[in-house]
């Protein structure tokens, strides 16, 4: 069963302190593994596709990248401004067209 | 209007209510998407349309009816609901046609309903 798992559930931080959130995941044939970023009450933004082990994406602060068993979303230096919850999610070359969810981490950056 | 764009923004309603959640994209894509979201749990898709076709009804309550008249717009029927079914309802769009190339799905801001 395609599944998807994201850690930390929570993560604090000092501006400026750079971390990753990680995004583990057991699927059958990945078609491709999004990141998306969510504020409180607002539907997610996409933030990046990866497609294959080895690449990577970086937009501002942030960068993903993939391997065949997780992806990371590294943040450096951040900002207050980039708090808020970050979605995994992917999709399978048997899974139709679900896009399979993780339950998301919640980035609080403090000044 | 630009994006994904729903309507209303918030829902108060009681179990015996009939209410339509409203969802426009205005992208040009061809597929919509509704899920489910509550607290701390992922994403649940519910409804899949792929060429105003519904190609995905993922085990969703009766009480849920979709409707889809044209690949812009998408309508979700509520009516005697439960309040476990509160929870923060999102539209989403994508590009390509179900089943074609990666589709990135581009999501509109929801609608938080509340059942009382």
């Known amino acids: 069963e395609d599944q998807v798992t994201q850690s930390p559930e929570a993560l604090r931080l000092q501006e400026g302190e750079s971390s990753s959130l990680n995004c583990s995941y057991t699927?059958?044939?990945?078609?491709?593994l999004f990141w998306y970023r969510q504020d409180p009450g607002k539907g997610p933004e996409f933030l990046f596709t990866?497609?294959?082990a080895g690449e990577e994406k970086e937009k501002e602060r942030l960068k993903a990248t993939l391997t065949k068993k997780e992806s990371f979303l590294h943040i450096t230096a951040p900002k207050p401004e980039d708090s808020a919850t970050y979605l995994c999610?992917?999709?399978?070359?048997?899974?139709?067209?679900?896009?399979?969810f993780g339950a998301g981490t919640r980035l609080f950056v403090k000044a | 209007e630009t994006g994904v764009t729903q309507t209303p923004r918030h829902l108060v309603m009681g179990m015996t209510n009939k209410k339509s959640l409203k969802c426009e994209q205005h992208?040009?894509?061809?597929?919509m998407y509704w899920y489910k979201q509550s607290a701390k749990k992922p994403l649940e898709l519910m409804f899949v349309?792929?060429?105003?076709?519904?190609?995905e009804n993922n085990s969703v309550p009766s009480r849920f009816s979709p409707e889809c008249p044209n690949s812009s717009h998408l309508f979700l029927h509520l009516h005697t609901l439960q309040p476990e079914d509160s929870a923060l309802y999102l539209c989403?769009?994508?590009?390509?046609?179900?089943?074609?190339?990666?589709?990135?799905?581009?999501f509109g801001p929801g609608t938080r309903l509340l059942v009382l």
């Open positions: 989403a769009s994508s590009q390509d046609k179900v089943g074609g190339p990666l589709e990135t799905q581009y």
């Open positions: 699927v059958s044939g990945l078609r491709g």
């Open positions: 990866l497609y294959s």
């Open positions: 999610a992917v999709q399978s070359n048997t899974g139709g067209f679900k896009t399979i």
């Open positions: 992208l040009g894509h061809n597929a």
């Open positions: 349309y792929s060429l105003e076709e519904r190609v």
